[in-house]
């Protein structure tokens, strides 16, 4: 009897952990936003962000993105409404995750590591920096993934994809945003900027990982 339990147990484990994780068509919203609902087993971190780039992350961000420059003052003044108000967190124990837009100037850029920045200037323009704009080629950070609020940690059973699915989402941004931009001629230029960043508390750095940016000529 325990040996065809322990047949049964592995046959079992194998079909288990080939599943894969697929859309839910019952669970499914319209047009007003999207959720997935998950089976139990592993997903391609690749295949999931490319799903859900244009679908969910882009209109999730053009939704909640608010005026950088009204947000930076707002956050300086209360920065608990502020947060609760315009921002999205996993969980009280993670930090608040933002979407702005805006007019910046590029005033200058960092490539001296592999994870390059540029210095921005918000309008209205002192010359002075406000914020950073991961430009790459390695872009760090998790915002992307945890401004979602149609995803989150519970929805992948194996932890290590969650964790990989950050990093493609940032690969999505190299790939539509980044690639085609020299950002050693920008210096000084104007651009409209939308983005996201993850908020660490007054008087930490902001930098922040852009899902549009456009030049002016």
Known sequence: MRIKETI??????????SCTIVKNDANQKGE????????????????YANDIWESMVIPRIESMAVDFGELAAGLAFDEAGISEKSGYR??????????????????????SSASGSASLDLYPFDGKEDCRLRIGPVLQGYALRDIQSDISPNSFVNQVDWARLATELNNKVKETVLANVDFSNMAGK??????VFTYEGNGTAITITPVRIVFQD
């Open 90 to 111: 996993l969980s009280e124990r993670n930090y608040y995750n933002f979407a702005v837009k805006g007019t910046v100037t590029l005033l200058s850029i960092d490539t």
């Open 190 to 195: 104007e651009a409209e900027l939308l983005g």
């Open 8 to 17: 049964f147990c592995g046959f079992l484990g194998i079909a288990l952990f």
């Open 32 to 47: 007003e936003g999207n959720s997935y609902a998950f089976s139990i087993g592993t997903i391609d971190p690749k295949q």
